[in-house]
Each structure stands twice: as structure tokens, then as C-alpha cells.
């Protein structure tokens, strides 16, 4: 029975979990097939598979070769993440598609939040602040009182440790920051376009693999 011989696959995107089920005859190409067809991804190019291996290091599932074929942790259900793997070399130009933005925007947020893309206290409140400005909107007053960033994630642990400042007078920082883009989702027509603005601050970062060691 061919159902006996099927794999289960957990995919994780950045904002996503994905099923699958393959054959062990199955390649990476065509499982990456299935996961872009499945979210509806047209610009594939910049993205790749990556897995824990044997010794619980982060690698590249090569495409051309049967996934079983590697050294894939042997896992059930086998756990896969679908990441950006290369930088654009015009974001503007090369980021086309919503999804897109999406995905390079989160996981930029969340390699800048683990240090993997290193990032200057400053840059980091302000991409900070633009990340609130995602996810709340403009600032108000009457609204976004103190306290109301005290359970963001928002800055690198190594940034907060560097500097002799308190929670409060971080979340001040920022909020003064998150004060000034008042209408930005307005004037930038909806989030995802401030998403890829805020990507645009940080894609001079001189590698062409992101974050590739995300584990």
C-alpha cells in the first residue's frame, strides 16, 4: 500500500504551519513546489528550505535531490522551514508580491530580534518603532498609555544589555519614534507597503544569505 510508504512533512513559514505528506522518492524541488503553490508564492527565487541535520546544525535542503536522501533529521513528522534564503538587490524593484514583503519582513524582525543580522541600537528603535506602527497604527494618546509596549519583543537582547537603560526608558524611546509616523500606513497606502519600507532601512546588510544559520 502506497499510503504505507508516505512521510509526514511539518513545514513552518514565518507566519504559517503547513502538512504535507511525501514519497521517499520525493525531491526537494517538488516538495518546494507543493509549499509555494499551497501559500501562493510567484517570486520563488529568493527562497529556499532549510532543516536541523543530523548533528543539529541549520542546512539548505538541496532541491535536485530526494529529500529522504539527505541528512534530515529524523523526525516524524520530518520539520522543514520554508525561509528567504537571498536579499534582493532592489527591494522596490524586486518585491513585488504582498506574500513576499511578508515573509522578508518577518524574518528580517525576527534576525534583527536574535542577532543573527546585526543591528546599531538606533537603527533598532526605529525599525522597532516601525513595527508598532504595523501592528497599532497611529499613535494616541488616550490610547497607547504607559506600559502598552510591555509585552512586545521588539529589541535585541544584546541591545538591552549594552546600554544602562530600564525597560520604561526603552519603551520611550520608542514610543517618540512610534509619535512621528502619524498617517504612515495612509500615506503608504496599507501595512505591507510600510513593511517594505522598513525592510528597505535594513537591506544594505552585507551578506547574500539571510540568516541562514536561523535555527
Known sequence: NV???????????????????????????????????????????????????????????????????????????????????????????????EATQRLFFLQVKECILNDDIYCPPETAVLLASYAVQVKQGDYRKDYHVSGYLAREKLLPQRVLEQHKLNRNQWEERIQVWHQEHKGLLRSLQDPLQTEKHIYALHANTPTHFLCSSVS
Not at 37 to 47: A, C, P, S, V, Y
Not at 67 to 86: C, E, G, S, W
Not at 87 to 94: C, G, R
Open 3 to 97: 499510503f504505507l510508504w508516505q512521510i509526514n512533512v511539518r513545514v513552518t513559514t514565518m507566519d504559517a504551519e503547513l502538512e504535507f505528506a511525501i514519497l521517499p522518492s520525493t525531491t526537494g524541488k517538488q516538495l518546494f513546489d507543493q509549499i509555494v503553490k499551497t501559500i501562493g508564492l510567484r517570486e520563488t527565487w529568493f527562497f529556499g528550505l532549510q532543516y536541523q541535520d543530523s548533528k543539529g546544525f541549520s542546512t539548505w535542503l538541496k532541491l535536485n535531490k530526494r529529500v529522504t536522501a539527505q541528512d534530515v533529521k529524523r523526525d516524524n513528522p520530518l520539520l522543514i522551514k520554508f525561509r528567504a534564503k537571498f536579499y534582493p538587490e532592489d527591494v522596490t524593484d524586486e518585491l513585488i508580491q
